[in-house]
């Protein structure tokens, strides 16, 4: 039996406008995807967000009328392990992932006007998204964040059979599939329109932008209940208010996509200078290469190669988590662009809090988002990152980590919510 299929009012009234947003991922940790959903019901449409739910979403999702969460389930844990050949394991976990889509999005929900797919993952999320607007008469939408193949390439190398099949498929559905392109740079739209992609349908870059929940500090009393508060800082939180211990914050999904190891060698560096501040670095996140980080930094601090370092992972609520950017001193981004024409969403969320970055630079967006100078700086080595924390955090950089600030500050008066309307507001029928 077939699904169901949309049937257009015409004019559409903006409480009429129906959107399916599927993140083939965890719905938590998929920021922008959200943020979509959000805005979709701000302006009165009905969202289906379906993906993973495996941390909690935003809270601002939890009990809109508008919004309904149709989590996907996810693959015997036997596909996911390492027990079986990825030779194996793959093309199974490929066909649940296939069959789970097609039930959702085909049969467990209302047909829709739009489908708004994150992409990547690309295999099969396109290829059934594709399906799926054919058969229920719905306009498709791809959100380009990066390239699967581009990640791919990144564990098993760009000429292997894998990759380059992943290539040639991705290519092909994005000059079939879509009513709408939206990137994350102009980069990636320059990219997608010039060939192997050679994407004739139009493309909209719709840059990252922090929600309202990432907001810079409003005062000293605020900073000081957080710090006392969270558990990884409370014993320290006179310190860092007084300046005499800095406070540094990064965020990652743990993944070979982020060297977490150039960190780990700046700050050993950074610690061999006698006269150097001390440092709390509290990484939050979750994911595959948690474990492999956690036990490689407890073995330099048992060697003492982190004097007057404090290195602490965490798992933080968003409100948290927001909280914390904003009594932070410094971010750390280290993500490496696979395709070198995505941003990091870290950034965006540092930024909206009010609060400058130190990010790895080396891909041709950087520029997109951090102003050398002006709201962060750059580097491409474990050393250029240590020369940057020795000179932000010395006793005369503190006037440039000053400067850098305030044009943080500046960058966050740039929200999703304008961003949104201006972009794809209209686009979709939700504002006149």
């Given amino acids: 039996m077939l699904p169901s299929r949309y049937i257009k009012n015409s004019p559409a009234p903006k409480e009429s406008v129906s959107v399916q947003v599927l993140v083939l991922g965890d719905i938590g940790r ?4 959200q943020y979509h959903a959000l805005s979709v019901a701000r302006h009165g449409g009905r969202v289906d967000l379906i993906g993973y739910h ?6 601002d999702l939890l009990g809109n009328p508008r919004v309904k969460i149709h989590p996907l389930a996810a693959p015997p844990s036997v ?24 039930r959702v999005l085909g049969y467990q929900t209302s047909p829709a006007r739009w489908l708004l797919v994150q992409n990547p993952p690309s295999i099969p999320t396109l290829a059934i998204a594709l399906l799926i607007s054919v058969l229920r008469n719905t306009h498709l939408i791809i959100d380009w964040h990066n390239y699967g193949w581009s990640i791919l390439a990144g564990t098993k190398g760009h000429n292997h059979p894998f990759v380059e ?24 739209k320059r990219q997608l329109e010039r060939p192997p992609y050679n994407v004739t349908a139009p493309i909209l870059t719709l840059h990252d932008r922090p929600a309202s929940i990432f907001q810079p500090l409003k005062s000293l009393p605020d900073r000081r209940d957080f710090l006392e508060r969270l558990p990884e800082t409370k014993d320290l939180a006179s310190n860092i208010i007084s300046g005499q211990t800095m406070l540094m ?10 060297d977490f190891s150039l960190l780990l ?14 440092i709390i670095a509290l990484i939050t996140g979750k994911g595959p290469q948690k474990e492999f980080y956690e036990n490689k930094i407890q073995n330099l601090q048992k060697t003492g190669k982190l ?44 930024f909206g809090s009010g609060l400058p ?51 943080a500050k500046k960058e966050s008066d740039l929200r999703w919510d304008e961003e949104w309307d201006r972009v794809l507001g209209r686009v979709l029928g939700v504002i006149d």
Avoid at 54 to 59: A, Q, V, Y
Avoid at 395 to 403: F, H
């Fill in 30 to 33: 998929s920021p922008r995807m």
């Fill in 54 to 59: 495996e941390s909690p979403p935003h809270p």
């Fill in 249 to 258: 914050v990064s965020s990652t999904s743990w993944t070979p996509d982020e």
């Fill in 79 to 102: 596909l996911r392990s390492r027990s079986i050949p990825f030779i194996v394991s793959g093309p199974l976990k490929v066909l649940w992932q296939v069959w789970t889509l097609i």
């Fill in 165 to 188: 099949f992943s290539k040639a498929y991705e290519c092909a559905l994005g000059q079939a599939a879509p009513t709408v392109n939206i990137t994350v740079t102009h980069a990636m």
């Fill in 307 to 350: 004097p007057n370092i404090r290195i602490s992972t965490a798992w933080l609520t968003m409100e948290d988590y927001a909280k914390l950017l904003s009594c932070a001193d410094l971010g750390i981004c280290l993500h490496k662009s696979s395709s070198g024409v995505d941003l990091p969403m870290k950034v965006v969320d540092m």
């Fill in 265 to 278: 060698d700046a700050l050993v560096t950074y610690a061999q200078d006698d006269t150097a501040s001390p």
């Fill in 357 to 407: 970055v130190a990010a790895y630079s080396r891909y041709e967006s950087f520029g997109e988002l951090v102003k050398e100078g002006e709201n962060g700086c750059g580097f491409e080595t474990a050393d250029e990152l240590a020369m940057v924390l020795k000179r932000l955090f010395s006793e005369k950089g503190l006037t440039e980590l000053r400067i850098l600030r305030k044009g």
